[in-house]
């Protein structure tokens, strides 16, 4: 006895999201080991929310950029002192402590408001290396010319090798592929 036709089929589509899966999984992950930023100068540094270690790393990055001259203003989801903290001067800091809905989508929108009022149109944004290309995304989807900013992730990965964790890069890459592919398949990120 053989696979039934739909039982042929089932497989055969699961090896086509598979296949795309690992595709995506793999554009991200190349993309976190080699974060590029183009060096030109925006309107604003945008340092999104997330969790306390990723941003503190994210604003150390986004202080350097504003000390190279790249932004006159950071925005920061986050209270101006953490911004102070690492040497932004709370007269270039933005604040946005809050957004609705929360999350990635919900800061872009966010974002895209504070841009409009202010008159401005390019953004760097700086936040955790797996992270990034669905930031800037999302970003660039609310009409914002975005520019990608992070760390680089440790290139050798092991145990003790690296700052870090293999299985929490193996997941994060999991949820960014995930996300990724859900946030185009309801239409936050336009791919046109």
């Not at 008159?119 to 009409?143: C, D, E, N």
Request: proline share 6%; net charge positive.
């Amino acid at each position: 006895m053989g696979y039934s036709y739909s039982a042929k089929a089932a497989m055969g589509l699961w090896a086509v999201v598979l296949v795309v899966l690992l595709a995506f999984a793999t554009w991200i992950a190349q993309r976190a080991f080699c974060v590029p930023h183009s060096g030109e100068r925006a309107d604003a540094i945008v340092v999104p929310s997330g969790p306390p270690r990723e941003v503190a790393r994210a604003l150390h990055c986004a202080a350097e950029l504003y000390e190279q001259g790249m932004a006159p203003k950071v925005v920061v989801f986050a209270p101006l002192q953490a911004a102070e903290a690492v040497g932004i001067p709370t007269s270039s800091a933005v604040s946005v402590v809050a957004s609705h809905p929360g999350g990635t989508y919900g800061e872009a929108r966010t974002i895209e408001r504070v841009f409009r009022n202010q008159g401005w149109q390019k953004a760097i944004v700086v936040t955790y290396p797996m992270h990034l290309l669905r930031t800037a995304a999302t970003f660039s989807s609310k009409g914002l010319a975005a520019q990608q900013a992070s760390w680089q992730l440790a290139p050798e990965l092991g145990f003790g090798k690296s700052a870090e964790n293999p299985f929490k890069l193996a997941w994060q890459l999991a949820y960014e592929t995930a996300a990724l592919i859900y946030y185009i398949g309801v239409g936050y990120i336009d791919l046109r």
